[in-house]
């Protein structure tokens, strides 16, 4: 810890930066993540926030954040459209002007891993590199419990630039919400002599002097009493109006949810271009949402300055891949696939390479007169077979008719 007891410290032998957090920013951090945790049944929307603070030499302070906004046009994780992307830039041009910022500039981001591991995918690692460029800007990653448990992990650049995304060199735990203040005891009133003051209901009830049995004096009879009072039988008494103004809201947060709760976006199609063996290989992921729920789909391929367009039926996305011959260096693809309802979803590839290598005019005059002979002897031979069929056939007329003649039984 440092000496200020509201900040954290993270400070490792092999990270070349000491990063002080405020616990209360790490509050505030824990409340987006869980809120985002707990909008979906299955691991929740991943959220992510700017980091604002100082810098003095190799200590980071973390003293603010700012949330992101994503419109998880990708899906839940936290993946951002180019929408995001002009929005996260405006976000920290505009930072500069907010007054509670003063004095602080942009040291980092934050993400939450809903699904994965403390550690930065590809598309982490370039949003780091495209909007937190400088040395000594900090990425903070954090990993949600269903139990409200969370841990993170700071990654940081080493010298030379790089950024060990694979894990963290030292995971944490979120430290433990503070407790509240304890309230001060409650004043006593002094004791005093009530044996002779009436008893004053105003008081406070731990002032309210108990009552006191006369004794009677000698010689008058004592005043018959029960030996045991029984005590009056407490019956529960259910709420039922509670009950039921719980059904009527839980009924309509569930109509709630079903008509006005957002539709994830649909799924990747993973559409790649390779080339294989000479030629592309177009390939999909034919196991993906948007391909099995599709009723058709359109493959378009620009090559060059040649553009063409090929329909594709369920069946022809079933399989998942697609050959083609290329003819210039820059091939386009993009893949449109539209479900029963009409809602399409697209995605784009492309191919850059050398140019094909032109085979020799000489050559493909001799391979096309090659091919012109093979065809040329393929229909002589089937010529040849049609007359030969025929002269079977008349000869095996010819044997019936002199076997009929002699009298010869056919066999």
Same mark, same amino acid.
């Given at each position: 810890?440092?000496?200020?007891?509201?900040?954290?410290?993270?400070?490792?032998?092999?990270?070349?930066?000491?990063?002080?957090?405020?616990?209360?920013?790490?509050?505030?951090?824990?409340?987006?993540?869980?809120?985002?945790?707990?909008?979906?049944?299955?691991?929740?929307?991943?959220?992510?926030?700017?980091?604002?603070?100082?810098?003095?030499?190799?200590?980071?302070?973390?003293?603010?954040?700012?949330?992101?906004?994503?419109?998880?046009?990708?899906?839940?994780?936290?993946?951002?459209?180019?929408?995001?992307?002009?929005?996260?830039?405006?976000?920290?041009?505009?930072?500069?002007?907010?007054?509670?910022?003063?004095?602080?500039?942009?040291?980092?981001?934050?993400?939450?891993?809903?699904?994965?591991? !403390?550690?930065?995918?590809?598309?982490?690692?370039?949003?780091?590199?495209?909007?937190?460029?400088?040395?000594?800007?900090?990425?903070?990653? !954090?990993?949600?419990?269903?139990?409200?448990?969370?841990?993170?992990?700071?990654?940081?650049?080493?010298?030379?630039?790089?950024?060990?995304?694979?894990?963290?060199?030292?995971?944490?735990?979120?430290?433990?919400?503070?407790?509240?203040?304890?309230?001060?005891?409650?004043?006593?009133?002094?004791?005093?002599?009530?044996?002779?003051?009436?008893?004053?209901?105003?008081?406070?009830?731990?002032?309210?002097?108990?009552?006191?049995?006369?004794?009677?004096?000698?010689?008058?009879?004592?005043?018959?009493?029960?030996?045991?009072?029984?005590?009056?039988?407490?019956?529960?008494?259910?709420?039922?109006?509670?009950?039921?103004?719980?059904?009527?809201?839980?009924?309509?947060?569930?109509?709630?949810?079903?008509?006005?709760?957002?539709?994830?976006?649909?799924?990747?199609?993973?559409?790649?271009?390779?080339?294989?063996?000479?030629?592309?290989?177009?390939?999909?992921?034919?196991?993906?949402?948007? !391909?099995?729920?599709?009723?058709?789909?359109?493959?378009?391929?620009?090559?060059?300055?040649?553009?063409?367009?090929?329909?594709?039926?369920?069946?022809?996305?079933?399989?998942?891949?697609?050959?083609?011959?290329?003819?210039?260096?820059?091939?386009?693809?993009?893949?449109?696939?539209?479900?029963?309802?009409?809602?399409?979803?697209?995605?784009?590839?492309?191919?850059?390479?050398?140019?094909?290598?032109?085979?020799?005019?000489?050559?493909?005059?001799?391979?096309?007169?090659?091919?012109?002979?093979?065809?040329?002897?393929?229909?002589?031979?089937?010529?040849?077979?049609?007359?030969?069929?025929?002269?079977?056939?008349?000869?095996?007329?010819?044997?019936?008719?002199?076997?009929?003649?002699?009298?010869?039984?056919?066999?």
């Amino acid at each position: 810890m440092s000496a200020d007891t509201n900040f954290g410290s993270w400070a490792v032998a092999e990270s070349p930066l000491t990063i002080e957090y405020s616990l209360v920013v790490i509050e505030e951090i824990r409340h987006a993540v869980s809120e985002g945790f707990q909008r979906l049944s299955r691991g929740g929307l991943e959220v992510g926030g700017v980091l604002y603070g100082t810098r003095e030499g190799s200590a980071v302070r973390i003293q603010a954040m700012r949330e992101i906004v994503c419109e998880h046009a990708r899906g839940p994780s936290f993946l951002l459209s180019d929408n995001d992307r002009v929005a996260l830039t405006g976000q920290l041009a505009r930072g500069q002007e907010d007054h509670r910022l003063e004095g602080m500039v942009a040291v980092g981001w934050f993400l939450s891993h809903t699904r994965g591991e !403390i550690a930065l995918t590809e598309s982490d690692l370039e949003t780091f590199n495209a909007f937190f460029p400088a040395p000594w800007q900090i990425t903070l990653v !954090i990993r949600p419990g269903r139990t409200g448990f969370m841990r993170a992990g700071f990654f940081v650049r080493e010298g030379d630039g790089a950024v060990k995304g694979e894990r963290s060199y030292l995971d944490f735990s979120f430290p433990d919400r503070p407790a509240p203040p304890d309230r001060p005891p409650r004043e006593r009133a002094a004791p005093a002599d009530r044996r002779n003051a009436p008893p004053s209901y105003d008081a406070p009830p731990d002032t309210i002097p108990p009552a006191q049995n006369d004794v009677p004096l000698f010689g008058q009879p004592a005043a018959s009493m029960p030996q045991y009072l029984p005590y009056p039988e407490e019956r529960r008494k259910w709420p039922w109006g509670l009950i039921g103004v719980v059904l009527v809201v839980a009924v309509v947060a569930i109509v709630g949810l079903r008509l006005f709760a957002p539709r994830l976006a649909p799924e990747p199609i993973g559409l790649s271009v390779a080339e294989r063996d000479g030629q592309l290989q177009i390939e999909w992921n034919h196991s993906s949402r948007s !391909i099995t729920g599709a009723a058709r789909g359109t493959l378009e391929i620009t090559d060059g300055q040649d553009s063409r367009s090929l329909p594709l039926t369920p069946l022809d996305l079933s399989r998942g891949s697609f050959n083609y011959l290329r003819k210039s260096a820059d091939v386009a693809i993009r893949m449109t696939v539209e479900d029963s309802s009409g809602e399409k979803t697209q995605e784009a590839s492309r191919f850059l390479g050398s140019a094909p290598v032109a085979a020799d005019p000489n050559e493909l005059d001799a391979i096309r007169l090659e091919r012109d002979s093979l065809q040329d002897q393929i229909a002589t031979l089937r010529a040849q077979n049609k007359q030969q069929a025929d002269r079977i056939q008349q000869l095996e007329r010819t044997l019936v008719i002199l076997q009929s003649r002699l009298g010869i039984s056919q066999r």
